[in-house]
């Protein structure tokens, strides 16, 4: 343990036969792991006789490495003299002559702090932030549908006051909208999903901690503020004893974690192909915590994996209304949140399923699963359409392409509860830490009461469909039949 090693040394190991990291200044032998590396054994030996601290410390969480290796694994410190200045992709950023972000008081939109955020971050990281499925299609929708939605401003209304506070699921918050799951923050800033649960503190806004988080559940709502919201993202493993394992986890953490966030509109991955011309990060990944194995998406030996199919990897392919949902309930009692509905019939199945199912999340994983899947604004107006009880049984929530407090008002005088904000905190932490995120939401939480009062709504709960326009859109739905019939055998169909 105490052996001082030299990288030339190191260097050598450089095979499937022999392989040596360097993390943290100390050697390792991963020779043994390599056939159970989730994200298969390439992503281990593009690194191997390397130093691999960088690429592997914005993604891993404190004590993967001791639960991944065993401690004989562990040869002994490196000789840091003996080892070559080299620098990765992941430490060189997009403008690589960028002198530093602006001050954040001149960020005056969510443009302003996604174009500091690109000259701040790696290319590798910017290219999975960035990506979304296919032609990106879907995720331009996200954000242009808004601007065919128009506003009906009142007039001779006091608008002296105004309050943007609310309720989700029984939870009080202050704003109606919230921070979405979005894996691997630390790769924005080294604070990481903290760094956005501090600004969402401040703000009293709920945080959805990804599945994929680069940090742990406990360290990330370790610091909350006094009555401060969470929620867990899940992804169902294809060994559930891995997500029944996770879930025991969050149950000790009731005090903060209120919602448990089942994810299924991305059961594989979208072709995401930005995230895969720049070589795609998960491919300079020697050990990924995130990612199990057994998933229905199988690393190729011959093929680099973009950072997203290593992060699918041991997702479930098989789930089902009937199956999950009991299966789940035998392992928590937090309410259900079904993230991912994309259409009014799997709204409308979802409020069956009360009280279990408190809510569901309109979302088309942000453009980043089937492209060309519609926005959530789609869908949000196909239920008032054909199943307009649903909003009154269930709570429904929305992400997807919000770019302005107008786009979250739109949103909530349709009837969503709350709109979710995904890449955003991401440019937010980019280009300036958690100080970042926190401009961000201030920016949003003043186009977001400007709006209102403008509208004539002193409260959220004011805001209805007479204070918008839809027509434009409305003719864009789906307009077939209401497929609301009694469930058949199709119904254990997946989820």
């Not at 960020?107 to 979304?132: H, M």
Request: charged letters at 20%; a neutral charge; proline letters at 7%.
């Amino acid at each position: 343990m105490s052996e001082l090693l030299d990288a030339r040394e190191v260097a050598k190991h450089n095979s499937i036969n022999s392989c040596w990291v360097i993390l943290y200044g100390h050697v390792y032998d991963v020779t043994g792991f390599l056939p159970n590396h989730p994200g298969g054994s390439k992503a281990i030996l593009q690194l191997a006789g390397r130093d691999a601290t960088e690429e592997y410390d914005p993604v891993h969480p404190p004590g993967t490495l001791e639960d991944a290796l065993p401690i004989e694994a562990k040869l002994g410190k490196v000789d840091h003299k003996s080892l070559p200045n080299l620098k990765s992709g992941l430490s060189q950023p997009t403008n690589v002559g960028y002198a530093g972000p602006p001050p954040l008081d001149t960020l005056l939109n969510l443009d302003d702090i996604e174009k500091a955020a690109k000259n701040q971050i790696s290319k590798k990281a910017w290219a999975y932030y960035y990506s979304a499925g296919d032609d990106l299609i879907s995720k331009r929708l996200n954000t242009d549908v808004y601007r065919s939605i128009l506003l009906r401003p009142r007039v001779f209304v006091d608008c002296e006051k105004c309050s943007t506070d609310t309720k989700l699921l029984d939870q009080s918050v202050n704003i109606p909208i919230y921070a979405s799951p979005a894996a691997m923050a630390r790769f924005a800033h080294p604070t990481g999903e903290a760094g956005i649960a501090q600004a969402c503190g401040k703000f009293g806004a709920m945080q959805l901690i990804s599945y994929n988080a680069s940090m742990t559940p406990e360290q990330i709502v370790q610091n909350a503020a006094p009555g401060q919201v969470f929620g867990w993202q899940m992804y169902v493993q294809t060994e559930r004893k891995k997500s029944e394992n996770m879930l025991a986890r969050i149950n000790l953490l009731q005090d903060k974690i209120k919602v448990i966030c089942l994810t299924l509109d991305a059961p594989v991955p979208g072709k995401r192909e930005h995230d895969e011309r720049a070589k795609n990060i998960a491919s300079d990944i020697p050990v990924t915590a995130a990612v199990q194995a057994g998933s229905a998406v199988e690393a190729s030996a011959g093929n680099s994996e973009s950072i997203a199919r290593q992060l699918f990897m041991g997702t479930s392919p098989k789930l089902t209304w009937k199956e999950t949902l009991s299966w789940l309930s035998q392992h928590t009692k937090l309410p259900i949140v079904l993230k991912g509905i994309q259409t009014h019939e799997d709204a409308y199945l979802a409020s069956l399923y009360t009280p279990q199912v408190r809510g569901v999340i309109l979302s088309n994983h942000g453009g980043r699963a089937a492209d060309t899947a519609p926005p959530a604004i789609h869908t949000l107006l196909e239920i008032r359409k054909y199943c307009p009880e649903v909003l009154d049984k269930i709570e429904v929530w929305l992400d997807g392409g919000i770019k302005r407090g107008t786009d979250v008002v739109k949103a909530l005088c349709l009837g969503a509860k709350a709109v979710g904000i995904g890449r955003a905190p991401l440019w937010g932490l980019a280009a300036g830490g958690p100080e970042g995120v926190e401009r961000t939401l201030e920016i949003l939480k003043a186009e977001v009461e400007t709006c209102m009062r403008l509208l004539g709504a002193s409260s959220v709960k004011d805001l209805g469909p007479k204070h918008i326009n839809a027509r434009a859109v409305e003719g864009q739905i789906y307009d077939g039949p209401p497929g609301l019939e009694k469930p058949g055998p199709w119904f254990g169909s997946k989820l």
